[in-house]
């Protein structure tokens, strides 16, 4: 790695670079150049050469930004001429994982810039076939699933450990690149999984699976899973056609939530029961259902549990009735879900009846609703007469249940 100041016409930014939005002038944006015009540029940017990334626009541009696209547009815009860099040898794989890495640490990458960046990565080491021989033995066989079965009934081995590629990869000093292209589909996701969460499980790979489906999803409803404010103008308006509020963020943000995955799932459900015939299609559809089934101040977990039931409820109704129309269908099983959510949430006090406790919290929400229940299942008005009784309730059953006289 050589470290070197850069004049900043001689720099563009890199297309494997992992922002979806690098730079959108907003009051975040505003801050860090003047950060930077205040104080200088803290972190150098890495860069590749011009050369190995093929992004050059023009003759005088000679370094593409692979990591530090947000300080190289900040910098443009405080008046800098030059920039430190740190000139990095990396062919595309390379600097894609570059910049993943990069960017997660110095701030936290949306599930969708995470998705994107691991389904670039995962097209360019995945086999752009399925196989139809061993490549150790040349035997005919019926694709991947086939191949495996070969293995296993053979001493076979396919050719590169995607472990030891993921744990050995280091950026290449020639213009040969890290790693080919795997055998099969199932090795990619492994050497994807362990260089990205250093482990190569099921429950990784898994993990990784679900990355690419998001980064599958039309992008419209892969729009949910940004900040809103990195929302295009075209995004917002999209998602509030659909009653979705503007604030309205799913995902942890940390590309660790199974929102991701369960939002997926609905759209892949849907995609596979309604028919081309109908004017419902599947994302709008799905963004029906999560403007439908969120409210203000509910948990990550209850919008995955809601999501996760309205799939199963709606899919198997659509499968199973060829009566009625799939439009009517999925309005009356969206409209029924939506009253019996906002009953509960809309009976939830104010203020919570616990206290010194997270309001926001998903364990304090859920107890609220249940208190909220029980209040009207026993005809009690007063929080104090409730609790005296759930408690009396409490005391007997142990009582009969442990013989307590």
């Avoid at 003047?34 to 370094?63: F, K, M, P, W």
């Amino acid at each position: 790695m050589q470290r070197q100041e850069l004049r900043i016409d001689q720099l563009t930014v890199d297309q494997m670079q992992s922002r979806d939005t690098a730079w959108v002038g907003d009051n975040d944006d505003q801050r860090l150049a003047n950060s930077i015009a205040a104080t200088g540029l803290l972190h150098d940017v890495l860069v590749r050469s011009c050369d190995a990334s093929d992004t050059a626009e023009t003759e005088s541009q000679q370094y593409s930004v692979v990591a530090g696209s947000r300080r190289y547009y900040a910098a443009l815009e405080a008046g800098y001429e030059r920039l430190p860099c740190k000139i990095i040898e990396a062919d595309d794989v390379e600097a894609a994982w570059t910049s993943l890495s990069e960017n997660t640490d110095r701030r936290n990458l949306s599930e969708q810039e995470i998705a994107q960046q691991l389904s670039l990565i995962y097209e360019m080491v995945r086999p752009v076939a399925e196989p139809s021989n061993c490549p150790d033995c040349g035997q005919d066989v019926d694709g991947e699933v086939g191949l495996r079965s070969h293995q296993q009934h053979t001493d076979c081995e396919l050719p590169q450990d995607p472990v030891a590629v993921a744990i050995n990869s280091t950026p290449p000093t020639t213009n040969e690149s890290v790693t080919n292209r795997f055998t099969t589909s199932q090795q990619a996701l492994t050497y994807i999984a362990a260089r990205y969460l250093g482990r190569s499980d099921d429950d990784a790979v898994d993990l990784v699976a679900g990355h690419l489906r998001t980064a599958d999803l039309p992008p419209v409803i892969q729009s949910l899973f940004k900040p809103p404010d990195d929302r295009t103008t075209e995004e917002q308006m999209a998602i509030s056609n659909y009653g979705i509020s503007s604030s309205t963020r799913l995902g942890s943000g940390e590309g660790r939530s199974g929102t991701s995955r369960d939002v997926a799932s609905l759209y892949e459900g849907l995609e596979g029961t309604l028919d081309e015939q109908t004017a419902l299609t599947p994302t709008g559809a799905v963004l029906e259902a999560v403007g439908s089934l969120t409210f203000d101040g509910m948990s990550e977990q209850e919008i995955r549990q809601n999501i996760r039931e309205f799939r199963r409820e709606v899919t198997a109704e659509l499968t199973a009735d060829d009566t009625a129309s799939q439009q009517e269908i999925f309005t009356e099983m969206l409209a029924a879900q939506e009253s019996e959510l906002r009953e509960m949430y809309e009976e939830i006090e104010p203020t919570r009846p616990f206290r010194k406790v997270d309001v926001q919290g998903p364990d304090t929400q859920r107890h609220s609703r249940w208190h909220s229940q029980a209040m009207r299942s026993r005809d009690e008005n007063a929080h104090g007469a409730l609790v005296k009784r759930l408690y009396e309730e409490r005391l007997e059953t142990l009582a009969e249940k442990h013989g307590w006289s």
